[in-house]
Each structure stands twice: as structure tokens, then as C-alpha cells.
């Protein structure tokens, strides 16, 4: 990180791992975001872990990145984040129908996996069961070998008598 803008305060608490601390009561550590407006577009800032909807926040910010250079950049910047945003909104449903049919769609697949899952289980048992019985084959074959042992044994002594 580079250094620490003028125009926000330089954090007073650290805690023992290094990290920087908020102001609240009960501090905690500062977490990186980045601000998407027309005076700090795409300007990385430390604050408070509690979103700012949440009443929760405290007004500790401090900026990590330096301003940039003039308004034009700024105004470049910005309308970049804005058009950026207008892509992203289009690339994501937003709609509650499609949001609703995705989540429809996913029911489906759950339901879909869960079957899969019991089939699986019941084609594991099959293997078992055909596992057993090819064991048992293989005993059938050995005793089956010996037996046409002994009676070659016993065809062979009574051609030679």
C-alpha cells in the first residue's frame, strides 16, 4: 500500500498482527474499499468492517491510494466505474422473474442431484452383489478345476490298467 492521503485522518490504533483498527468502542480491523464517486472514483480507502447501512459505522476512513492528478482524469474515471456498472447490471438478472426461474431451475438440479445420489447408491450395492458373486464363481471354478483334475486322475489310471 502507499502512503496515506492528507485529506483523512492517519489510523491511531494498530492491533498485534499489524492491522490498522477502527474508532468504535470496541475497534476492529479496518477492511479495503474503493470508492465510486466523482471526487475519489476508483480511490481505494480503509474504513470500518460495518456497512454504512447498518448504522453500525464509524467515521473512521483513511485513503491509501493518492488523489489523482485533476478533475479531468476524475471525470474520466468515474465515467468509467458508471459505464462499467451500466454493464454489469445488464450481464446479471435483475428481475424478480428471472431471478425466480433461476431459482427454479436450481430446485430442479438439487432434485436432479439428490436422484443421481440414490442411484449411485443403489448401483454401489449392485457392484456389491455381482462382486460376491463373481468371488463366489471363481470359488465355483477352483473346486470345479479339481474335480476335472481327479477325474482325469482316475480316466488316465484306468487306461493304463
Known sequence: MSSFSSSSKTPKLKNKM???LCDRKK???LVLRKATTLTNPARRFLCCPHPSWSGNQCDAYYF???ELPSDYYKYEMYNLIQQAGRQNKQKHPTDNTQIAEIGNE???LNTQIAEMGNEMHLLKAEFMNMEKKLKECR???VFYKRVVMV???FVILYLVK
Open 27 to 29: 475497534p476492529l480491523p
Open 18 to 20: 499489524g492491522q490498522f
Open 106 to 108: 436450481m430446485h430442479l
Open 64 to 66: 491509501v491510494d493518492d
Open 139 to 141: 470359488k465355483n471354478v
Open 151 to 153: 477325474m482325469l486322475v
